[in-house]
């Protein structure tokens, strides 16, 4: 009886055990790319619910595992950037062929040890691969099937020589490379001939945390000398003054750095004197221009002064005038105005009593000259104009 049980029960175990066993596997695995997966983030993150609709797409610090199980990314065409660090990804099996517009594509902080999968992203510009186990990338690859590269991270993986790197000196675009904290060694020839002088783009270096910095000896004077187009190695920028300096050191030596910086010395003092000379011409000129301002208005207010629709004595009037400029010192480059014919600003030239005439004639209808007393005023009003104009007179 007992075995008969037991034997009735055998089959039930063995499909509950199998049930569990799947769950596991599944549980196992990580969460699955699924189209209804990738729906429920777009909501999420306010994207579009219509595939095709986006360009952008953010799959990072899911836990994935697999891209291509349910074709879940097919639909997405019209991406233009995908961010997928933080999972868990050994390959990527061909699950991003068909983003054909592509331009940015994260996937660092996961365990890909192949770049395989990255065929036919020829408008890829940023790739970020690093913190993954990638220890070498065969020729013909990267440089075939992106070769629009711009920006490439590697930073963090197994690369242990430069041959490890295949053919990335073919990427022609190619002006920001992060190779740092890998174990590349080799010497100066390898590293600098046969690598990076051959990247005609290179812009931005990270070589930091490799055991080749140690090996060449004056490392960064050596890349900045060598490589024309580099302006940031490492942890800072490479300034206009630092390449003059490592250029003469690669030249002349010491020396000739030393010789260098001298001259860079002299050229920045000269640089600041001449700066100075400049902003003190600047104030120069300024009360230049406010001195023959200045004598402007004194001028237009004396001669309002002297020209009097009931004084023709003209002789006197041009006598007065020329004494009134002759007496006036000022800087020697100002020259001293008087008004034209047409009332513009001349130099100062010696007048006579046609010329006065002339300025009377044309000044008849100048607004102070016309000038009356109101009917209305009384003597205490009458008498206190006639002091102001005294005063003026004086």
């Known amino acids: 009886m007992s075995s008969t049980s037991s034997d009735q029960q055998s089959p039930a175990n063995t499909h509950t055990h199998t049930n569990n066993s799947s769950q596991l596997a599944i549980l196992s695995s990580g969460p699955q790319l699924t189209p209804q997966f990738i729906k429920n983030l777009c909501k999420q993150q306010n994207l579009y619910q219509t595939p095709h609709l986006n360009d952008k797409l953010y799959l990072h610090h899911k836990g994935l595992r697999n891209l291509d199980s349910h074709?879940?990314?097919?639909?997405?065409t019209n991406l233009r950037a995908l961010w997928l660090e933080g999972n868990a990804l050994k390959s990527l099996s061909g699950a991003l062929q068909h983003l054909k517009q592509l331009r940015c594509l994260y996937l660092h902080q996961?365990?890909?040890?192949?770049?395989?999968?990255?065929?036919?992203?020829?408008?890829?510009?940023?790739?970020?691969?690093?913190?993954?186990?990638?220890?070498?990338?065969?020729?013909?690859?990267?440089?075939?099937?992106?070769?629009?590269?711009?920006?490439l991270n590697l930073a963090q993986n197994k690369f242990v020589s430069i041959e490890d790197l295949g053919d990335l000196c073919n990427l022609e675009h190619l002006s920001v490379l992060d190779l740092s904290d890998n174990k590349i060694d080799g010497d100066e020839e390898t590293l600098v001939d046969n690598f990076l002088s051959k990247?005609?783009?290179?812009?931005?270096?990270?070589?930091?945390?490799?055991?080749?910095?140690?090996?060449?000896?004056?490392?960064?004077?050596?890349?900045?000398?060598?490589?024309?187009?580099?302006?940031?190695?490492?942890?800072?920028?490479?300034?206009?003054?630092?390449?003059?300096?490592?250029?003469?050191?690669?030249?002349?030596?010491?020396?000739?750095?030393?010789?260098?910086?001298?001259?860079?010395?002299?050229?920045?003092?000269?640089?600041?004197?001449?700066?100075l000379n400049n902003f003190r011409e600047w104030q120069r000129n300024a009360r230049v221009k406010r001195l023959q301002k200045e004598l402007e208005d004194k001028m237009r207010e004396r001669i309002a002064r002297l020209v009097r629709p009931m004084l023709?004595?003209?002789?006197?009037?041009?006598?007065?005038?020329?004494?009134?400029?002759?007496?006036?010192?000022?800087?020697?480059?100002?020259?001293?105005?008087?008004?034209?014919?047409?009332?513009?600003?001349?130099?100062y030239e010696e007048i006579d009593a046609q010329k006065c005439r002339q300025l009377f004639v044309e000044w008849k209808d100048y607004p102070y000259e016309k000038r009356e007393i109101p009917a209305s005023w009384s003597a205490e009003q009458k008498a206190e104009y006639e002091k102001s104009e005294s005063s003026m007179s004086d």
């Open 71 to 76: 074709g879940a990314l097919l639909p997405y």
């Open 110 to 151: 996961n365990l890909i040890e192949d770049i395989s999968g990255l065929e036919g992203l020829e408008e890829l510009r940023t790739l970020n691969l690093s913190q993954n186990r990638l220890s070498r990338i065969e020729a013909g690859t990267l440089s075939t099937w992106c070769p629009m590269l711009n920006n």
């Open 199 to 275: 990247l005609k783009s290179l812009s931005v270096l990270y070589l930091k945390g490799n055991p080749v910095v140690n090996r060449i000896r004056s490392y960064r004077k050596v890349l900045i000398s060598r490589i024309k187009t580099l302006q940031y190695i490492d942890d800072r920028p490479v300034f206009d003054d630092e390449r003059r300096c490592a250029e003469a050191w690669a030249l002349g030596g010491v020396k000739a750095e030393q010789e260098e910086r001298k001259l860079i010395l002299q050229e920045k003092r000269d640089k600041e004197k001449q700066d």
């Open 312 to 347: 023709y004595n003209f002789e006197a009037i041009a006598k007065q005038i020329n004494d009134e400029f002759r007496n006036i010192d000022p800087n020697k480059d100002v020259a001293l105005p008087i008004v034209d014919e047409n009332f513009e600003m001349a130099p």
